[in-house]
């Protein structure tokens, strides 16, 4: 078991790079399988829901070589089953795009329902209507097993009851070798939509209108191999950006898309913030106590849910009183009563948090309950004073490259320390 533990109080000062998109490259990497060829994709973030998606292609019979850590050659021709075990993709979000590529290149797919974080219920119902009216059958066994079958897939209409990114990213998989024309209306907006839809057009598909709510696919025949490189990680970017204003900090944020960022840049400035846009850099000054900002967080282009929690750890450090509403899940303020045991005053009510800033936070120890709350704590441990301690760090593991390597390198006092297993536990073994 390893905890992060930080001694907060230093400002961060430096430059850093962001990897490529995790929510990119865990749609992308399965979307090979429907090339049944040889694809180079480069830029993929060395993180562990990464790692765990590659190891589910390796294991499903595709060839996978390392060219270096960020970069993989991998040739899906020999992939035979249609059938993933739950054990691979219980802890993965992302294994639902598993389905779209399998149905879309066998017309069958028998994937374990996805897991990952848990902000309430998290339906796949609008995926599951897309591949019906793609033609497809589908039930869900008692093991909770997702089977799909599909004589042929047609082209059709399909309009999204909400605005789902995993449902348009999937229906795109699914509808890229159909007969004829697929239109998504209610199409998800967000960048790894528009990453994947250009993906998919390098290995030949005809993909238009990705990033706007009406999405044209019509199917062709054959997709072949390609060379890719996937865009930089907007929430990794955004979390230093944060973290580099909740410190006081002067950080120069490399790699990114400046335009990518102006959801969470038009923030910052409103908190008092000051962020200059480079060509593939942004820098983040802030000096003196930040103010308060009200937020909703949205589908794209609104504020990302999933900068939500660090937001809310900027926002309890700052001056006056602040109204965050979560706009996308039901169930995303668990963290609060983490950053509570740091001194936080914030209130939660359904979806919103009122967030009253106080002078400091204090360290303490604490618990990373998913990915973005990890990546909050973090944060807040950077900024409190005294040492900060948090568990169960594999959630942040999960979404950031060398994460306590970039915020050590930008002057934290930050360490990945191993814990004694619990006596009880190593008996076990
Ligand atoms: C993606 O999840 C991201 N994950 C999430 O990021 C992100 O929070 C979310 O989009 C919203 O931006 C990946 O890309 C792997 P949705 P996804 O389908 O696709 C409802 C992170 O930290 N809904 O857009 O699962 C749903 O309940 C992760 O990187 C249905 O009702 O999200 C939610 O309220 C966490 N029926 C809303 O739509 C469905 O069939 C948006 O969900 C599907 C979704």
Known sequence: MEKIVIVGGNRLV????????KNAAVAIIPAAILAQDICRIENIPNISDVNMMIRILHQMGAEVKMINKNTYEIDTRNIVS??????????????YYLIGALLGRFHKACVAMPGGCDFGVRP????????ELLGASVSIEENAMVDVTAERLTGCPVYLDVVSVGATANIMLAAVKAKGLTVIEQAAKE??????ANFLNLMGADVRGAGTDVIKIRGVEKLHGCTYSIIP????????????????????????????????????????????????CVRVVAKGRLTRCNLKTMPHPGFP???????TVLLAGADGTS?????????????????????????????????????QLKGAPIKAGDLRAG????????????????????????????VVEKFAALGADIKRVNTPEPESMAEVG
């Open 82 to 95: 249609h059938i993933i075990p739950n054990e691979l993709t219980k802890h993965l979000r992302a294994s």
């Open 14 to 21: 430096g430059d850093v790079n962001i990897s490529g998109a």
């Open 375 to 402: 990546a909050a704590m973090v944060i807040a441990g950077l900024c409190a004073k005294g040492t900060t301690e948090i568990e169960n760090i594999d959630h942040i593991d999960r979404g950031y490259e060398d």
């Open 323 to 359: 109204i965050i509403s979560e706009g996308v899940w039901d169930n995303r303020f668990r963290y609060v009563e983490q950053l509570a045991r740091m001194g936080a005053s914030i209130k939660v009510d359904g979806k919103i948090a009122v967030v009253e800033g106080v002078e």
């Open 233 to 280: 990680d907007q929430i990794e970017a955004g979390t230093f950006m944060v973290a580099a204003a909740a410190t006081g900090g002067d950080v120069l944020i490399k790699n990114v898309i400046p335009k990518h960022l102006e959801s969470i840049t038009a923030k910052l400035v409103e908190c008092g913030v000051v962020v200059e846009d480079g060509d593939d």
């Open 305 to 311: 849910t999933d900068m939500q929690p660090q937001m």
């Open 191 to 196: 960048l790894h939509i528009v990453d994947l």
């Open 124 to 131: 796949i119902d609008q995926h599951i209507k897309g591949f």
